[in-house]
């Protein structure tokens, strides 16, 4: 049982370029989350999912999407970097019905130069 | 917002000792996380309560909810301890969209 799996785990950009984190669970979870966590704050949510084709925006969505076509994937996109997204990106899933709290991921650590 | 405070934010303690870290918010809340995070890695769910006390192996966790208080306490410490111990609150539902998080308190077992 994988849990919650994020791809890739390291990531390099230059400024102005463009990628996509990939997130994925095999739990079935209804809600879905991409956080980012940087020295001495704590996690910010950035956007999340309460189901299949729906996104919201969390604490720091600019400039970032999302997209959740498929329930066990919820996609992270950068559409033109910059050095301040320098961070590392965790995914969270979570089933409320069962109150068990959220699973992360192992995070992606990106550098923006 | 909530404000999530956790003390002490770094902790080096010897083996075998008990360990307390601590978490006040200033909001109300549905429930109350602990979270594990060791070095380079990946992120833990050890505890979600909303009342009373919780206890995995070494770990226990309490709640007070009048006092809008949280403990960790870790019995016998061991190095493998070692990590950051993360509180959050969540102000509805069991979900991770409401959370506010805590900085973290870096704890180090020294053998």
């Known amino acids: 049982n994988a849990g919650v799996t994020q791809t890739p785990k390291f990531r390099v950009l230059k400024t102005g370029q463009s990628m996509t984190l990939l997130c994925a669970q095999d739990?079935?979870?209804?809600?879905m989350y991409w956080y980012r966590q940087d020295p001495g704050m704590g996690l910010r949510l950035i956007h999340y999912?309460?189901?299949?084709?729906?996104?919201a925006k969390g604490e720091v969505p600019d400039g970032y999407n999302v997209s959740r076509l498929k329930k066990q994937n919820f996609l992270l996109g950068l559409e033109s970097a910059a050095p301040s997204q320098t961070s590392v990106y965790f995914c969270a899933s979570s089933d409320t019905r069962t109150r068990r709290g959220a699973f992360f991921g192992q995070g992606t650590r990106l550098t923006v130069v | 917002k909530n404000e999530v405070e956790q003390s002490p934010q770094n902790l080096t303690a010897q083996e075998g000792e008990f360990i307390t870290i601590n978490c006040s918010y200033s909001?109300?809340?549905?429930?109350l996380h602990w979270l594990q995070q060791h070095p380079g890695g990946g992120i833990v769910s050890l505890f979600m309560?909303?009342?009373g006390k919780k206890k995995h192996g070494r770990l226990i966790a309490t709640i007070n909810i009048q006092e809008k208080h949280s403990s960790l306490h870790i019995t016998a410490s061991h190095p493998r301890d070692s990590a950051v111990y993360i509180c959050?609150?969540?102000?509805?539902?069991?979900?991770?969209?409401?959370?506010?998080f805590g900085k973290g308190t870096h704890l180090i077992i020294q053998p």
């Open positions: 309560l909303s009342s």
């Open positions: 959050a609150v969540g102000v509805r539902g069991g979900g991770a969209d409401g959370l506010t």
């Open positions: 999912s309460v189901g299949e084709g729906t996104t």
């Open positions: 909001v109300g809340i549905s429930a």
């Open positions: 739990m079935n979870h209804e809600y």
